[in-house]
């Protein structure tokens, strides 16, 4: 509750009234508006417009009346009057006045407009601005006059509407007032109110300090008592409050069976559909953390936030003098869940978890986690996990299929080209590097069990650093099916062409994962030797291409691999050589030897060989980034039986959109295409595999058996097919 809606309706009547009040008893009201306006603006530093009459009934509590009144804004707000009323009548007892006592008996307020808020700087309008008093013709400006003392006794409200309006955020809240009472006098106030906002029904009971501390002309701390109904929600506070230190101390406790129907209240639209929460907790009058804490969360649907998943039940629990503890229990996509953890303090900044458990059909985990906020945001910790199913996780978290685009219909006449695909691999967008200053991390990582792409991977270590925009991956290191893979990486997100640098090695590596990393058809079965070490510079995808330096290396030796895949990744060149692959099954690869050089954007491909059962491909060429073009030059063989045929080809021109042609023999402007005997003919890739492996050695492939001069009628099928 904000302390803007009790001091507007208790301090704007009062502070209006009774200047008004002291100055028109003795006077005809209507003839005396001038001097009533004056001491308002003295009092508040605002102007009091009284439009329409104002009347004076004597009896032995005079009423006086004023209708069509309007009392001004500060001067940042968002509109001219703080507060408006269709009348305002308020009662005065004549014996506190012989005493300079102004007692307003009641003050009622008829169809009122009061608004409340602050401005862009967070200062609240009802805070005002008082005027030094201008001495009187029978008083000297060293004398200081007799001051009169003002209390009221009730304040109703009759038909009003109050409205909040934050500057900071821009957020405004509009509550009706249907009947509203204020008891006052000399002691606490006391205020009870019904107000319907957003279709949600708010009733108020509370009990605070007196009006002169609620409007600031007594400094200190005043008591609170407050019982609140919103919608089926219900809030009591028991407590004190100091608007120096702006603090609330004392007991709060609270339910909410459906935290989404305050939603419309507060106008947060994205509340989450949390049920059955109950609440309670100590604030500590020095301020920091809450204690003697518990909550409570009922079973909850979590999908619109992660899909598939439920919340079970979530209890807090921070005991007077004893540790925290925080468990809870869910489903996701079907599957249990359930997490514990101790909470501690972690310096004077954050928050830790202690002790953490988390066990669930996709895998465990459990360590310790610190949550820091200053001097900026951190998490550091280190987290073990026995089991750790990424294929299940990503299976929940994918998105669905999109729909299926409508048939394309005929352009109208004159109707403008439709837009080209993009003519760039890389593109000019600048990569969020900013993201990387947003918080830091330092997280130690070991995964005993690691299932991902159908494979399981043992004994994953980790060490993520990122201090300050820079990040750092080392070291890094699984255990693959096939052999050890180690693995580092580091990016800095605070230089102007952030450097990222990458490395991986690994001796034995399944091939699949690599397929699927580049879009290729999955389904071979073989492992590659990688030795990748990449570094670059760029804020952008385009740049960090255009400075790439550093080498890759790939090695296969008898493996089988996807006919889909070398059918996807090699079918063009194969069809400009006038040969066809067959994409089912797989084919068995003697060797596959790769090594590419970057220097400032410019790939070179010095060793290049692909050599299967039914393919040899040789060759190399240039890939430059920078302009993304390629010049290459490849001879692909397609083995048919014992024979074979072959056209060398050469690729140009764009990386996206590559013009491929029949390369001239021997640069003299022919085409060659031969066929051969292969019967028996086992290439030899030992200086390629080497220069893949940057040098090492490393296995090499078994000798082919000779194979059987093939039958014409086998040679013809094979072409024609």
Not at 340 to 352: K, Q
């Amino acid at each position: 509750m904000k302390k803007g809606w009790v001091v507007a309706i208790a301090a704007v009547p009062v502070v209006v009234i009774a200047a008004v009040a002291g100055v028109a008893l003795s006077f005809d009201p209507n003839g005396q508006k001038d001097r009533i306006v004056e001491a308002v603006r003295r009092a508040t530093g605002r102007d009091l417009t009284l439009a329409g009459p104002v009347r004076l009934g004597w009896s032995l509590t005079p009423t006086l009346e004023a209708e069509d009144v309007s009392f001004a804004n500060m001067p940042s707000g968002s509109r001219p009057a703080m507060a408006t009323a269709g009348r305002v009548e308020f009662q005065v007892k004549l014996l506190p006045l012989l005493s300079h006592r102004v007692e307003l008996a009641q003050v009622t307020l008829v169809r009122p407009d009061i608004l409340i808020e602050t401005d862009a700087n967070g200062r609240g309008n009802w805070q005002f601005e008082r005027a030094a008093p201008a001495p009187s013709a029978t008083q000297s400006p060293s004398t200081p006059g007799t001051r009169t003392q003002t209390i009221l006794d009730r304040l109703v409200v009759d038909a009003g509407r109050v409205t909040w309006h934050d500057g900071v955020t821009g957020r405004t809240i509009v509550a009706d007032l249907p009947s509203a009472t204020l008891q006052g006098g000399d002691g606490p106030v006391h205020l009870v109110a019904q107000a319907q906002s957003s279709g949600t029904a708010v009733t108020l009971d509370a009990t605070l300090g007196t009006i002169p501390q609620l409007t600031g002309a007594v400094a200190g701390p005043w008591p609170v008592k407050l019982v609140a109904a919103i919608g089926n929600a219900t809030l009591a506070v028991t407590g004190t409050a100091d608007p120096v230190a702006r603090t609330l101390s004392g007991r709060v406790e609270g339910a909410v069976p459906d935290l989404a129907q305050l939603g419309g209240l507060l106008q947060r639209q994205d509340w989450p559909a949390l049920h059955d929460i109950q609440f309670a907790a100590t604030l500590p009058a020095a301020g920091g953390l809450p204690q003697d804490v518990s909550l409570h969360l009922g079973a909850s649907d979590l999908g619109r936030y992660m899909p598939g998943a439920t919340l079970g039940h979530l209890s807090l629990t921070w005991p007077a003098g004893q540790p925290a503890r925080l468990d809870a229990d869910g489903s996701m996509a079907g599957a249990p869940w359930k997490i514990g953890s101790g909470l501690v303090p972690a310096g004077t900044t954050g928050a830790g978890l202690r002790g953490l458990s988390v066990s669930s059909a996709f895998g465990d985990a459990a360590g310790d986690l610190a949550v820091l906020s200053a001097p900026r945001p951190a998490l550091r910790g280190t987290l073990v996990s026995n089991r750790l199913d990424l294929d299940a996780i990503r299976t929940v978290f994918a998105r669905p299929a999109p729909a299926a685009a409508p048939a394309p219909t005929a352009p109208a006449p004159n109707a403008p080209p439709a837009a080209l695909a993009p003519a760039r691999v890389f593109s000019d967008t600048p990569l969020p590097w900013a993201r990387l200053n947003a918080a830091d991390a330092d997280l130690q990582l070991s995964i005993a069990t690691l299932r991902l792409g159908g494979a399981e991977y043992h004994n994953a270590t980790g060490h993520i650093v990122l201090q300050n925009g820079a990040l750092r991956v080392d070291p890094a290191s699984v255990q693959a099916p096939e052999g050890r893979v180690d693995f580092s990486a580091s990016a800095d997100a605070n230089a102007p062409a952030p450097p990222v640098a990458l490395a991986l090695r690994s001796a034995a590596f399944a091939l699949d994962p690599l397929m699927q990393a580049f879009g290729l058809p999955t389904g071979s079965d073989a492992t590659a030797e990688l030795d990748v070490a990449l570094h670059a510079t760029g804020a952008t995808p385009h740049a960090l291409a255009a400075t790439l330096d550093g080498h890759v290396g790939i090695a296969l030796v008898d493996g089988d691999v996807s006919n889909a895949a070398l059918s996807a990744a090699l079918g063009d060149i194969m069809r400009m050589a006038g040969a066809r692959l067959d994409t089912n099954g797989r084919s068995h690869v003697r060797c596959l030897a790769i090594q590419a050089d970057a220097r400032a954007g410019q790939i070179s491909l010095p060793a290049l060989k692909l050599d299967t059962s039914r393919l040899l491909l040789e060759g190399g060429g240039t890939v430059n980034l920078s302009d993304e073009t390629m010049a290459l030059r490849l001879r692909p063989l397609l083995r048919l039986g014992g024979a074979g045929v072959s056209a060398p080809v050469r690729l140009d021109g764009s990386i996206r959109h590559p013009t491929a042609a029949l390369d001239a023999a021997n640069g003299t402007g022919r085409v060659g295409v031969v066929i051969g005997g292969l019967a028996g003919s086992a290439e030899n890739c030992t200086a390629e595999l080497t220069a893949a492996r940057d040098g090492r050695a490393g296995p090499l492939p078994a000798e082919a058996a000779a194979g059987k001069p093939p039958k014409p009628a086998d040679l013809l099928r094979s072409l024609l097919r």
